[in-house]
């Protein structure tokens, strides 16, 4: 199998029916534009498959990748990368469009298994960060918070400081599920991975 594989990017949701999708698990990754979605794609499949650019809003389609987590052809995802929000020198409309889209999808996918809302571990929840766990929460979707660039500490000590008020500040949210990830070195998106083999075996367990 050719892993990871790019199937397809698409604006609207009624597009999806071109694409091969196939009945499998799908975990989409959301958050601010620039937050490291594509770098976390890439260092979690060990590959190029997302584009990274230091250009905030590079993102503008749902793009769908299927990857096999393990050796075994079986662990089989689909991972989607999501535009990202708040880059406000995307035109309103377009982002408008985007939301919609991606709201419509989200809520219409049967196959949708979890979303990785990522937050950069630097700020914490800023506004957009705190309307999408709203929406997860109201829409009724598994969610996982993902608090990125956590490599950026420069001590050990600081990350750990860091982590404890993430900690302290998504429980007083009543957000229960949360990792800490970073894209660069395996270590980084090692919790991440654990996640998705949990997802893996659920998946098994209903099929």
Known sequence: MENPKFLGGVVKASDLATLPLDELPRVAFAGRSNVGK???????????IARVSGEPGKTREMNFFRFCLTRDPKDVLL?????????AKVARTLRDQWG????????????????????DGRHGFLDNDLELVKFLVGAHLPFIIAFTKMDKYKSNNQRKQAEKQLTDL????????????SAFG???????????KEILKE????G
């Not at 991972?79 to 880059?87: A, C, E, K, S, T």
């Not at 998504?170 to 990830?181: H, K, L, P, T, W």
């Not at 998946?203 to 209903?206: M, T």
Request: net charge negative; proline share 3%; hydrophobic share 45%.
């Open 170 to 181: 998504s429980s007083s949210m009543g957000v229960d599920r949360f990792i800490f990830v």
């Open 38 to 48: 594509s770098s976390l794609l890439n260092a979690l499949t060990n590959s190029k």
């Open 186 to 196: 395996r270590d980084g998106v090692r919790p991440l991975e654990n996640v998705l």
């Open 79 to 87: 991972l989607v990368d999501l535009p990202g929000y708040g880059y």
């Open 203 to 206: 998946s098994r367990a209903v």
């Open 100 to 119: 919609r889209e991606i709201t419509t999808w989200l809520k219409g996918d049967e196959d949708l298994a979890l979303v990785v809302a990522l937050v």
